[in-house]
């Protein structure tokens, strides 16, 4: 399962990676990954036109969006669009972070969990 990760290198820029979460055959379950602790999960929409400028995770953070679309810039100039259903990985934590735009003109859902 693909996953876009944030994180910030040894001289503080920060980056976009791609990575891959395992699965492993489960039977007629389907194909589940090994168990990842949590600290906590939090429920969030944000307004229309919603935009956050320059900031860092405030923990290690998986950010599932349910629906809508966002542009995410990284220090290094790097742009990414994610939509509904994608997943991301922040771990932007220090460093220049990233910047949030939304895209469509309406309410966006998305879901945070956050990583022991």
Sequence with gaps: MKVTRIYTDEHGETHFADDIVAL?????????????????????????HYN????????????????????????????RILRGGDLLLLEDVTGKGHRTRHLEPHER????????
């Design 24 to 48: 492993q055959e489960a039977g007629p379950i389907g194909r589940l990954s090994e168990r990842v602790p949590v600290r906590a999960v939090i429920f969030r929409t944000n307004a229309p």
């Design 52 to 79: 956050y400028d320059w900031h860092n995770a405030p923990a290690r953070q998986y950010v599932v969006l349910l629906d809508g679309a966002i542009e995410l810039e990284v220090s290094n100039g790097e742009r």
């Design 109 to 116: 859902r998305s879901l945070f969990i956050e990583l022991e």
